[in-house]
């Protein structure tokens, strides 16, 4: 029953900014998510209307937020970057919940970008789910060899369509939520008496849900999507809110 679900963090949300300078790397830090994204941008001089995201010599290594739902299944959502999973931190993560990567029955990833999936390596075998089009969007950044060598290791997928839901489990469903990219989804979990809403980068920070303040990298229709989306969830009246790179907020 959807009572029996429970919710997790199993890895808090963290960035790093670096930069090129001359032939050595120079890795900055801040506290506050905020200042992790733009506003660190700012500080490090990009100009977001006169400089491109690729050519700005502006570096982003982030730590996103990786969720544990358990009820009638065990799932993963957003398993995070690569060296999340090759260095064994995803694995000791899980061990706090007497968990390893077997005991794992389905993997949502709320989009393709590698912060959020590149880890699914994982959980070789296990189902999959992601947004309709998200596949499609992954060959277009990465390319069709990797994304697709990606998705054959899993064991089958199932895609959310544009605008609708599917069920994943008993009081687990995956939404779709696009904006941060064409596939994205969120998931909305019955957690006994509460309701969670695990938003990946539908609102990667609490200033986006709460100020509607998105990034300076979006494109005015990907802001008017995200405001629709960041309305889905809000209409939910969620009592927690795991947003993809800052921490939980509970009402």
Same mark, same amino acid.
């Given at each position: 029953?959807?009572? %029996?679900?429970? #919710?997790?963090?199993?890895?808090? $949300? ?7 300078? =001359?032939?050595? &790397? &120079?890795?900055? #830090? %801040? ?7 733009? @506003? ?8 977001p209307?006169?400089?491109?995201? +690729? ?6 290594? $982030? ?31 899980? @061990? /706090?919940?007497?968990?390893?990567? #077997? ?14 999936? %590149?880890?699914?390596?994982? +959980? ?14 992954? @060959? ?9 060598? !990606?998705?054959? *290791? ?7 369509? =544009?605008?609708?839901?599917?069920? &994943?489990? $008993?009081?687990? /469903? *995956? ?5 941060h ?7 909305l ?16 920070? !609490? ?5 509607? @303040? +998105? ?7 990907? &802001? ?7 309305? /889905?969830? *809000?209409?939910?009246? $969620? ?7 800052? /921490?939980?907020? !509970?009402?």
């Amino acid at each position: 029953m959807s009572a %029996a679900n429970t #919710v997790d963090v199993l890895i808090q $949300p963290f960035a790093l900014r670096f930069s090129l300078h =001359q032939d050595e &790397v &120079v890795y900055l #830090v %801040a506290g506050s998510a905020d200042m992790q994204l733009d @506003r660190m941008e700012l500080l490090m001089g990009i100009n977001p209307a006169k400089q491109g995201l +690729f050519d700005s010599n502006l570096g982003f290594l $982030p730590v996103a937020t990786t969720a544990l739902i358990r009820g009638e299944r065990t799932i993963v959502v957003d398993p995070g970057n690569h060296h999340i999973g090759f260095y064994g931190m995803l694995g000791l993560a899980l @061990r /706090r919940f007497g968990l390893t990567p #077997v005991d794992v029955d389905l993997v949502i990833c709320t989009h393709s970008h590698h912060d959020h999936m %590149a880890s699914t390596f994982l +959980f070789r075998g296990k189902p999959l789910v992601i947004g309709a089009g998200e596949a499609d969007y992954a @060959r277009s950044v990465y390319g069709a060899e990797e994304t697709d060598t !990606r998705l054959r *290791a899993m064991g089958g997928l199932t895609e959310v369509p =544009q605008h609708e839901a599917v069920e &994943v489990a $008993p009081g687990v /469903r *995956a939404v779709s939520t696009p904006g941060h990219t064409p596939g994205h989804i969120s998931v909305l979990v019955e957690a006994g008496a509460d309701r969670v809403a695990i938003a990946g980068d539908t609102v990667m920070t !609490r200033a986006e849900y709460l100020q509607r @303040r +998105f990034s300076h990298w979006y494109t005015a229709e990907q &802001v008017a999507q995200l405001n629709e989306s960041a309305d /889905r969830l *809000a209409a939910w009246r $969620p009592t927690r809110i795991l947003f993809g790179h800052d /921490r939980e907020l !509970r009402f």
